[in-house]
T-cell receptor
Framework: KAGVTQTPRYLIKTRGQQVTLSCSPISGHRSVSWYQQTPGQGLQFLFEYFSETQRNKGNFPGRFSGRQFSNSRSEMNVSTLELGDSALYLC??????????????FGSGTRLTVV | TQLLEQSPQFLSIQEGENLTVYCNSSSVFSSLQWYRQEPGEGPVLLVTVVTGGEVKKLKRLTFQFGDARKDSSLHITAAQPGDTGLYLCAGDRGSTLGRLYFGRGTQLTVWP
């Protein structure tokens, strides 16, 4: 079966711009989580969506937002980009967002560079 | 502050050596996972441990979950260059659906 697909793979943006990243989960998976990975902080949780509802949110400013569509595809948006937003953005899909039972599968990520 | 403290941060060893990576916390987890990540790719799940005291083996890799479900270890026997990568532990707190708490990772390099 197809894995988790993230697009685009690479992105270069200028400070102050906004960006939208996309994640298509494994077919049948209804939970999509987003993480930011940087060398200094490691993987930090952004938010999680299940059946189009945000169930959980990490400690990121309001410039970071997301949504999930009825087909479980998810997008995240970052507005007013800052240099510190440069990172690998990863999404993970699971059947229900309960790791103990179902497990998470990660996409390859979107490498965002802000200049 | 990281909920999960992972050590060591870097490990550089020769092929054939053994190694252990530790993942510690003061918090209890419903389950703990270990991932391996290659440069430019997402983490790939290696194993999930759920029961306190559980030991799982995956070929040359042995994973252990602490009795109190607060810590875990990954032991690799006779490391090979193909084991090179970033090893991440991640915990699930059960009550926070869809969220994993990650350690900062151990960058392992195995030299031929």
């Amino acid at each position: 079966k197809a894995g988790v697909t993230q697009t685009p793979r690479y992105l270069i943006k200028t400070r102050g711009q906004q960006v939208t990243l996309s994640c298509s989960p494994i077919s049948g998976h209804r939970s999509v989580s987003w993480y930011q990975q940087t060398p200094g902080q490691g993987l930090q949780f952004l938010f999680e969506y299940f059946s189009e509802t945000q169930r959980n949110k990490g400690n990121f400013p309001g410039r970071f937002s997301g949504r999930q569509f009825s087909n479980s595809r998810s997008e995240m948006n970052v507005s007013t980009l800052e240099l510190g937003d440069s990172a690998l953005y990863l999404c993970a899909s699971s059947l229900a967002g309960n790791q103990a039972n179902y497990g998470y599968t990660f996409g390859s990520g979107t490498r965002l560079t802000v200049v | 502050t990281q909920l999960l403290e992972q050590s060591p941060q870097f490990l550089s060893i020769q092929e054939g050596e053994n190694l252990t990576v530790y993942c510690n916390s003061s918090s209890v987890f419903s389950s703990l996972q270990w991932y391996r990540q290659e440069p430019g790719e997402g983490p790939v799940l290696l194993v999930t441990v759920v029961t306190g005291g559980e030991v799982k083996k995956l070929k040359r890799l042995t994973f252990q979950f602490g009795d109190a479900r607060k810590d875990s270890s990954l032991h690799i026997t006779a490391a090979q260059p193909g084991d090179t990568g970033l090893y991440l532990c991640a915990g699930d707190r059960g009550s926070t659906l869809g969220r994993l708490y990650f350690g900062r990772g151990t960058q392992l390099t195995v030299w031929p």
